[in-house]
């Protein structure tokens, strides 16, 4: 037989590498046609995927979505033996965009002091948490607790507060202020101390109306001296953490502050605990705070991303609640302060370049005004250092580009920041990390911390800075973890737990409500956008094929659901990689 003419065997050649193609897209578009996969089908899907934004059905595979359709789709149709139909609506899995897991878990073993209105109450709460732990209080295992607020006693707290009281003098505590820029200590604490306790730079050694009160950097020498939990009670509390995150539909965070030491920890749970049901996008920071330590914890990251080590986490001041944010101006009730920094500004700058350098993400801690004008200063100077080799010059556009592809770097808190930085931030495209409920929290005294001017322009901005994809989060334990008070805070400026606004003749009106968030706008910024501060905007956040299998089930949808119902919203599943991590049905 003659052979085939030249063109003849190429065109046999193009047509058999065409029908594969073909084939492969195929059976790439309809997976169960080809080989059966694991189908779940619900009332509705919510997808964030703009190319298809609702479904019905989707399959997974190895931890993924390998198809997502409608049910009228040809997939829908295949015979496959093991589709699961459930009631429900689906939404993809939600982010926290800044939290503390460890900080988390270990507050859920500690004596919890949020909404105690005296120091009676206080009192009373350590005594009944100590029952229940007879061994906290020693030299060798210190009480510790959270979210005491001085507000509420008239005063700053002091270490004889609990010395007077007989059945708790002489024990070692450490208890976090509510925003956990202050730590109260016990007069057993002090006696560790020098009998001249020194002042601290950048920090605050509260004296009046007596000692035991330690805010920002000079918590460092209580820390320095509080004995910390070994390997296996850090893991307990990681997986306490975890279970209690899954149970409010969280299925990944931001961890706001990890140190080299709790990193490889994490490294090695999330390669190998079941228990490892959330995942975690890391900030390090380093033993001593504001430093460059590159060599303590190299970028960590796997296929799954169950944990991710590609950030550092900075600090330019401390807390409003304390008066301990730094102001460009003085605060309207303590007209002698304008709080202070952590950092000078040419440090941070300096600090942020050298982290940037080395291919970092940098994320500045930032809540007044004055601080966040050094933060932009500094994340400007280090585009400027890493972005010019691509053009040559530093206009706001080429910045705001090269932030976008490579560096994004983020403002932790964002909470106060001047109307000439706003235009500053969103030219850059810096990120804000957002907390809503801290706007909700902080509404009772913002204004006298800020005055009325202040507060109008420049406090709690989330409409404002809409357009450059706020992350939202909560800032746990500083906050409650659940998302969906989260969403609530966003859409009206309210309360979550009580539902109401600051004014007592008008509690149903939110708070500067001309800030206030859609649904779809908040939503996102538990999904999308905190995918997107995390590198992870083609893998979480949405529910389209090729993106993590995670998920949530609630009895209806949220875009049908009155917002009030969102305070007490209780999640039906949770999923993770395709696996069911909590069930309120299941639930032990």
Known sequence: MAPLPPLVRWGSLISAIAAVVLAYSYQQQHPLLFDPLPVYCYNSIRTHDSHQPSAECFSVKDGVFAGVWA?????????????????????????????????????????????????????????????ANPEAGTENHWLRGVGWDQSAFGRMPTADDIEQDEQLRGIFMMLDRID?????????????????????????????????????????????????????????????????LNKVGLVGMHD??????????????????????VRVYGMLECDKRNTFC???????????????????????????????????????????????????ASALTQVTKSWASKGFQVNIHAIGDLANRNAIDAFQAALEQQCLDERGDS?????????????????????????????????????????????????????????????????????????????????????????????????????????????PENPSRGWHTEETLSLDEALLGFTRNAAY????????????QGSFADWVVLDEPLEDMDVEKLRTLKVKETWVGGRKVYSRDERD
């Open 395 to 503: 206009d706001a556009l080429l910045l705001a580009g090269c932030q976008s592809r490579h560096h994004r770097f983020r403002i932790e808190h964002a909470q106060i920041i001047h109307p000439d930085d706003q235009k500053r931030i969103r030219a850059l495209g810096i990120i804000p990390s957002i907390q809503p409920t801290h706007a909700t929290s902080d509404m009772r005294y913002a204004e006298q911390r800020l005055g009325p001017e202040r507060t109008s322009s420049e406090a709690y901005r989330m409409k404002t800075l809409l357009d450059i994809n706020p992350v939202l989060g909560s800032d746990f334990p500083v906050e409650p973890p659940n998302p969906f008070q989260g969403i609530y805070a966003a859409m009206t400026r309210k309360n979550p737990q009580t539902g109401l606004g600051p004014d």
């Open 256 to 277: 706001a502050g990890v140190t080299a030491e709790n990193a490889r920890l994490y490294s090695e749970l999330a390669s190998s605990s079941p228990d490892w049901t």
């Open 71 to 131: 049910r009228d789709d040809g997939d829908a149709a295949a015979k496959d033996t093991d589709v699961t139909v459930s009631e429900g609506h689906v939404i993809p899995g939600l982010w926290d965009g800044h939290g503390h897991l460890l900080q988390y878990g270990e507050f859920l073993h500690s004596v919890d002091l949020f909404g105690s209105q005296s120091l009676d109450e206080v009192r009373l709460r350590i005594k009944t948490y100590l029952e």
């Open 294 to 344: 590159p060599e303590d914890a190299p970028m960590l990251s796997d296929q799954d991303a169950k944990f991710t080590l590609r950030s550092v986490k900075l600090f330019a001041d401390g807390a409003l609640g304390s008066w301990g944010s730094a102001m460009l101006d003085p605060y309207a009730d303590h007209p002698w302060t304008s709080g202070s920094l952590l950092i000078n």
């Open 180 to 244: 956990v820029h202050c730590s109260w200590v016990s007069q057993a604490v002090l006696n560790l101390l020098p009998d001249e306790i020194p002042n601290v730079p950048g920090g605050e050694v509260i004296r009046d109306p007596g000692p035991g009160v330690f805010c920002d950097n000079a918590m460092d020498m209580i820390m320095d001296l509080w004995p910390k939990p070994g390997a296996e009670e850090k893991a307990r509390a990681v997986k306490s953490a975890m279970k209690e």
């Open 533 to 544: 501060g995390a590198f992870l905007e083609h893998s979480a956040g949405i529910i389209r």
